[in-house]
T-cell receptor
Framework: ETGVTQTPRHLVMGMTNKKSLKCEQHLGHNAMYWYKQSAKKPLELMFVYSLEERVENNSVPSRFSPECPNSSHLFLHLHTLQPEDSALYLC?????????FGPGTRLTVL | SQKIEQNSEALNIQEGKTATLTCNYTNYSPAYLQWYRQDPGRGPVFLLLIRENEKEKRKERLKVTFDTTLKQSLFHITASQPADSATYLCALDRFKAAGNKLTFGGGTRVLVKP
């Protein structure tokens, strides 16, 4: 275990639903990340928070809304998603150069 | 455009042999390159980092080389074991002071047969 936890591990939602993904780390890291991993595609960086301030938004659609209330918690709020948003969503954290990943949330949008 | 390429074909190798994976990139000038291991259904796990001024790095049975002229990194698993079977990802930084912004390659799957 890397010390980064994510909940839920699996999520099925309709296109009109609103849901949130949660990520938590108590490693003392000061940066947190959201990545999307689709089948047959490389990991895509979505958002970066450093010291609770968003420092990267990689042209992600507004139906994905991140929130970082403190250095230990990161959320990804989802609303009116599309079927092509189905993927593994990974959270990571770092203090130095290496990143520690959580196990991911497998999201299916019907 | 910026590109990171890893061999998308799976690498099948006999136990005990050395597995060699390549990571090629274009239009990057990374300060460092990282290698991660990912097992099915799990998040990537950090293995090694090599900086632009380093030619080679080792960790137990793993060895990484970095050639900034060729824009290539090689990742070697020596004396491979079935437990080494996984997908291996390379990642380059777009380093800024606030957060390390990594761009990942597509990964190469390694299957070590007993």
């Amino acid at each position: 275990e890397t010390g980064v936890t994510q909940t839920p591990r699996h999520l099925v939602m309709g296109m009109t639903n609103k849901k949130s993904l949660k990520c938590e780390q108590h490693l003392g890291h000061n940066a947190m990340y959201w990545y999307k991993q689709s089948a047959k595609k490389p990991l895509e960086l979505m958002f970066v928070y450093s010291l609770e301030e968003r420092v990267e938004n990689n042209s992600v659609p507004s139906r994905f809304s991140p929130e970082c209330p403190n250095s230990s918690h990161l959320f990804l709020h989802l609303h009116t998603l599309q079927p092509e948003d189905s993927a593994l969503y990974l959270c990571a954290s770092s203090l130095g150069d290496e990143q520690f990943f959580g196990p991911g949330t497998r999201l299916t949008v019907l | 455009s910026q590109k990171i390429e890893q061999n998308s074909e799976a690498l099948n190798i006999q136990e005990g042999k050395t597995a060699t994976l390549t990571c090629n990139y274009t239009n990057y000038s990374p300060a460092y390159l990282q290698w991660y291991r990912q097992d099915p259904g799990r998040g990537p796990v950090f293995l090694l980092l090599i900086r632009e001024n380093e030619k080679e790095k080792r960790k137990e049975r793993l060895k990484v080389t970095f050639d900034t002229t060729l824009k290539q990194s090689l990742f070697h698993i020596t004396a491979s074991q079935p437990a080494d079977s996984a997908t291996y990802l390379c990642a380059l930084d777009r380093f800024k002071a606030a957060g390390n912004k990594l761009t990942f390659g597509g990964g190469t799957r390694v299957l070590v047969k007993p």
